[in-house]
C-alpha cells in the first residue's frame, strides 16, 4: 500500500463549482500534513498547512481527520486559475525532515 | 524571496555517462532534497541531506549519488546514466526549525533525457 494515496482525477468542473479532494495516509503516527499545488511544467508550491483543528485561507479549506486517517482540501467558488494539481504531503514517521508525496489530483475547471 | 536554482532546463545525455545536477539555495536552508518526477508515481525522494556532508537515502536511491560539499549547493549524480533514469529532477530545500517541518522550496526542474 503507498504511503500516501490521492484520486489522480481529473476532476473538470465549471467556474463557481466547490470541489473537494480526499488525500488518505497510511501511517497513523505521521506528524504534518500540507496541500501543494504544482502548475504544468512548473514546480509544486505550498498551497497551506494542514492542521488538527482544520484551518482556512480564503476560499480554501484543509481538514484532517486522524482517526480515518485522511486530509481533505475544499475549494470553493472555483476560478480557472485554479486549474492545477494539488499534491498531498506528509511527514515520514521515521524522519520528519522527510516529506513524502502523493501522486497528485489534477483538477480542471473549465468557463 | 527563496530561490533554489537549478543548473540546467533540459538536458539530454548518452547511455553510460556520468550526470551532475547542480541545486544551488540562497536561503541558507540546512535540510536539501533531491526528487524525481514521473507521470502516474509523483515524486519521489532519491536523497536527502540535513547539513553539509549528511546525506541520507530516500525511497529510490540506486544508481544516484549525492554531495553536499557546501551549505548552499546540493548536487545529484548519475554515476552511469540510463535510459530508466529518464525523468524530470526537483531539487528542494527547506528550513530546519527544532524538527517542525516548514515549507519546502523547489527549483525549476531539470528535464533529463537519457538516450
Known amino acids: 500500500r503507498k504511503e500516501v494515496e490521492q484520486d489522480p482525477g481529473p476532476f473538470n468542473v465549471p467556474e463557481g463549482a466547490t470541489v473537494a479532494f480526499n488525500c488518505t495516509y497510511s501511517n497513523s503516527a505521521s506528524q504534518s500534513f500540507f496541500w501543494y499545488r504544482q502548475d504544468c511544467r512548473k514546480e509544486p508550491k505550498l498551497l497551506m498547512s494542514?492542521?488538527?483543528s482544520g484551518n482556512e485561507d480564503g476560499r480554501f479549506t484543509a481538514q484532517l481527520n486522524r482517526a480515518s486517517q485522511y486530509i481533505s482540501l475544499l475549494i470553493r467558488d472555483s476560478k480557472l486559475s485554479d486549474s492545477a494539481t494539488y499534491l498531498c504531503?506528509?511527514?515520514?514517521?521515521?524522519?520528519?525532515?522527510?516529506?513524502?508525496f502523493g501522486t497528485g489530483t489534477r483538477l480542471q475547471v473549465f468557463p | 524571496d527563496v530561490k533554489v536554482t537549478q543548473s540546467s532546463r533540459y538536458l539530454v545525455k548518452r547511455t553510460g555517462e556520468k550526470v551532475f545536477l547542480e541545486c544551488v539555495q540562497d536561503?541558507?536552508?540546512?535540510?536539501m532534497f533531491w526528487y524525481r518526477q514521473d507521470p502516474g508515481l509523483g515524486l519521489r525522494l532519491i536523497y536527502f541531506s540535513y547539513d553539509v556532508k549528511m546525506k541520507e537515502k530516500g525511497d529510490i536511491p540506486e544508481g544516484y549519488s549525492v554531495s553536499r560539499e557546501k551549505k548552499e549547493r546540493f548536487s545529484l549524480i548519475l554515476e552511469s546514466a540510463s535510459t530508466n533514469q529518464t525523468s524530470m529532477y526537483l531539487c528542494a530545500s527547506s528550513l530546519d526549525i527544532g524538527g517542525a517541518r516548514v515549507e519546502a522550496f523547489f527549483g525549476q526542474g531539470t528535464r533529463l533525457t537519457v538516450v
Open positions: 504531503v506528509v511527514t515520514s514517521l521515521y524522519n520528519t525532515d522527510k516529506l513524502i
Open positions: 536561503m541558507d536552508h540546512e535540510n
Open positions: 494542514v492542521y488538527s
